[in-house]
């Protein structure tokens, strides 16, 4: 069996279509959209990345600006502009481009964004709202994976998912939102032991571990959904995910592809969010506790 591709980019595009007419609707009503992204330093993929965020940003009507740091910035003007941006209307979104430079404490800049306006849902305040099932920023990574399940028609309930990786900004966060949508969810990590014991249960194998060909076809069940999150750059210049997509597209019955799978969504969902942050403030009704008005969006 040959699994079906899900394609990033057909559905960041329907997606973005969709909440683009969000947008009008609040043009209409006297709110543009509004982010600001705060990048320290020239770290030459951070600005890459700060690029796709604010091309995004103007395809979907959202008003993006970027306030630069040059590495040696202290600290306390980062804070200060962070505090500025916090008081600011225009701006509903904030997000601080990562990683910073090794002086700045990466958790007290996350901290101090307000956090109606913490788009990367990064704050502890979110990421405590997160494992109590009632945030308003999922990060955007594990939410556009949600995206591309529900997009997908894939059920979610009841199912076994294994998350294999256990980061803060993906692992961790991508089981509680399987969690609630009452999945039943492990997380493996580096250190588990025989990590195909446990890919083999999974009806949902979600994989975010950054290493090439870390599952392989024999690890994945008949019928499996595989969402390759990794990004992995080979010597050769290749970019590749962390599945083995040749082996296992012939086992599972859904799959997502590197590049062209997550990545797409990953930015799209931070549109998502910044545009739901200016329904908020703009007191337009939201339904923020959720995510399950996506699909029918
Ligand atoms: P991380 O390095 O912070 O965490 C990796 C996790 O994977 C850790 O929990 C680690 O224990 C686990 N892991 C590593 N090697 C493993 C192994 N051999 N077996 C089992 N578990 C293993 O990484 P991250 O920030 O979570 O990113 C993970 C991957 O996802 C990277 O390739 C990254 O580039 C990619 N990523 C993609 C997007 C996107 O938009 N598509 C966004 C964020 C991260």
Redesign the pocket.
């Given at each position: 069996m040959a699994a079906k591709i899900i394609d990033g980019n057909v559905i960041a595009h329907k997606v973005r279509a969709d909440w683009r007419a969000k947008v009008d609707a609040l043009r209409a009503h006297g709110t543009e959209p509004g982010l600001a992204v705060v990048i320290v330093g020239d770290n030459p993929a951070s600005r890459v990345y700060v690029r796709h965020k604010t091309k995004a940003c103007a395809e979907t009507g959202i008003r993006s600006e970027v306030v630069e740091f040059p590495a040696n910035a202290s600290e306390a003007e980062v804070l200060e502009r962070i505090a500025q941006l916090n008081a600011d209307p225009k701006v509903h979104g904030i997000l601080v481009q990562l990683p910073l430079p090794a002086h700045i404490d990466t958790r007290k800049l996350l901290e101090a964004i307000d956090v109606r306006k913490d788009v990367d849902g990064f704050n502890l305040y979110n990421v405590g709202s997160l494992v109590a099932g009632e945030t308003i920023f999922p990060p955007c990574?594990p939410y556009g994976v949600l995206c591309m399940l529900e997009y997908s028609n894939i059920p979610i309930a009841g199912q076994n998912v294994i998350v294999?990786?256990?980061?803060n900004?993906?692992?961790k966060p991508m089981a509680s939102m399987l969690m609630k949508r009452d999945a039943t969810v492990a997380i493996?990590?580096?250190k588990?032991r025989d990590?195909a014991q446990w890919t083999i249960l999974a009806d949902i194998l979600v994989v975010?571990?950054?290493?090439p060909n870390?599952i392989t076809g024999p690890m994945v069940r008949t019928g499996a959904v595989v969402i390759d999150?990794?990004?992995?750059r080979l010597p050769d210049g290749r970019l590749v995910g962390?599945v083995d997509f040749e082996a296992v597209k012939e086992k599972a019955s859904y799959i997502t592809p590197v590049p062209g799978g997550?990545?797409p969504m990953?930015v799209t969902m931070l549109l998502v969010n910044t545009i739901k942050a200016a329904q908020r403030a703009s007191g337009l009704d939201v339904s923020d506790l959720d995510t399950r008005d996506l699909a029918a969006a």
């Open positions: 990574t294999v990786g256990a980061s900004i993906v692992g493996t990590h580096i588990t990590l975010a571990a950054g290493k870390l999150v990794g990004i992995n962390d997550v990545g990953t």
